[in-house]
């Protein structure tokens, strides 16, 4: 199904390159750079971009395209899920999803799509199943492979590939039952730049004003950038935990057709969707 997989910076670098079924020229990346060129935003380039004799699927993620290669019409949900999977395998093993981070781990990164893909086919993508054949990195792993010249790459089957559920292994069993419910509310908007009290605000739709809060932060370039211009558009990414900004409280969890009674909760996280602040 996936021939070949890329990862490309904003600035149009291809920085990795993996191919399984068969070695696809790197020009193929050159009908994502026409798009990125037409894109008001690195988010809004199309993410499946049909081109003679390829399809380019697309995911940005962390300021870096992840760009799979497909010569034959398949769901393209299935492959863009595929691609988060990727880059939360990669945000899991390293602490961050970077281009940094993912030269600093080339190697694992290697044996990671390897195993994650068989023959073009997603294989494993659970972080249990994968922790289980391929060590995560350590200070100590890296200095002891290379003076002995050994692998991340475990010998024996995951546990995990032999339960029904693929992200828990066999045989488990826990003395305290907990039920957790994330609640996530995203944000897209707009924010002006108050430069009298330098403080952020923005209004989104009927929510109650006083509930929203204010954030406040400093821009600093990277060394080398050039000078943005004087009133730059920014886009921006944030987190915010243990809050739901509408004000939405789940206030009873019940849970059926199990013996137990286990501790129940909910987490509540607010989230930037696309959110831009023009200065």
Known sequence: MIHSLFLVSTA???FLEKHWKSVISRSVCDYLFEAQGKASAPENVPPVIATPHHYLISV??????????IQTEVPPLFVIEFLHRVAETFQDYFGECSEASIKDNVVIVYELLEE?????FPLATEANILKEMIKPPTILRSVVNTITGSSNVGGTLPTGQLSNIPWRRTGVKYTNNEAYFDVVEEIDGTSTYDPVTKVLVWDIGKLNQQKVPNLKGSLSLQSGAPRPDENPTLNIDLRIQQLAISGLKVNRLNMFGEKYKPFKGVKYVTKAGKFQVRT
Do not use: E, T, W
Request: proline share 0%; aromatic share 16%; charged share 20%.
């Open 12 to 14: 149009g670098h291809i």
């Open 60 to 69: 940005y993620r962390d300021r870096i395209f992840f760009v799979a290669v």
């Open 116 to 120: 994650m893909l068989d023959n073009g």
